[in-house]
Antibody, heavy 120, light 107 residues
Framework: EVQLVESGGGLVQRGGSLRLSCAASGFTFSSYAMRWVRQAPGKGLEWVSGISGSGATTNYADSVKGRFTISRDNSRTTLYLQMNSLRDDDTAVYYC?????????????WGQGTLVTVSS | DIQLTQSPSFLSASAGDRVTITCRASQDISSYLAWYQQKPGKAPNLLIYAASTLQSGVPSRFSGSGSGTEFTLTISSLQPEDFATYYCQQLNSFPRTFGQGTKVEIK
């Protein structure tokens, strides 16, 4: 059974940093690209970042480029999101997600999400 | 970035109704489109990918169609458990943008 368990969320001051983790199990982690998707309170889904199975290729939404860094440790089957220079509009539930397959495929599994609150 | 516009943003319907949601892309995305369902407090759930391929385990009352810039999600006979918010997502290019969502509520 695929399981994705996020951790690391919490309250952080504006301009601060936070690192999210996502522990993955139930599949061959290194074979699948992974994603971070967020959802601000009462708002829609926003794709944040993606990383290839090997970790060699990363992509970011314009809203986080230069501030967030996605990475993975395949030996620990863990995905990370380093968030720096946090702003009020980064407040959201952050979901870790697994991509279905290589190519133009969607997300097929999601974690339960971890809440990040940025406050002044 | 590719923009996705869903219509309507809000839909009120009764159980048993046929419901159609449209997703329009700002440029040609071929058939690289997925649909998700999200219920309050829960993570999204994949319904359809490649515009019209039903994800395993998803009821056959859900169907998808379209290509290029216009896509539709149809629920043939709305069930009580289908009241939720639906999102489209393009998988043609990065960033993998989502539509703004369509909330389906009980009439």
């Amino acid at each position: 059974e695929v399981q994705l368990v996020e951790s690391g969320g919490g309250l952080v001051q504006r301009g601060g940093s936070l690192r999210l983790s996502c522990a993955a199990s139930g599949f061959t982690f290194s074979s699948y690209a992974m994603r971070w998707v967020r959802q601000a309170p009462g708002k829609g889904l926003e794709w944040v970042s993606g990383i290839s199975g090997s970790g060699a290729t990363t992509n970011y939404a314009d809203s986080v480029k230069g501030r967030f860094t996605i990475s993975r440790d395949n030996s620990r089957t863990t995905l990370y999101l380093q968030m720096n220079s946090l702003r009020d509009d980064d407040t959201a539930v952050y979901y870790c997600a697994k991509k279905m397959d290589s190519g133009n495929y969607p997300i097929d599994y999601w974690g339960q999400g971890t809440l990040v609150t940025v406050s002044s | 970035d590719i923009q996705l516009t869903q219509s309507p943003s809000f839909l009120s319907a009764s159980a048993g109704d046929r419901v159609t949601i449209t997703c329009r892309a700002s440029q040609d995305i071929s058939s690289y489109l997925a649909w998700y369902q999200q219920k309050p407090g829960k993570a999204p759930n994949l319904l359809i990918y490649a515009a019209s391929t039903l994800q395993s385990g998803v009821p056959s009352r859900f169907s998808g169609s379209g290509s290029g810039t216009e896509f539709t999600l149809t629920i043939s006979s709305l069930q009580p458990e289908d009241f939720a918010t639906y999102y489209c997502q393009q998988l043609n290019s990065f960033p993998r943008t989502f539509g703004q969502g369509t909330k389906v509520e009980i009439k």
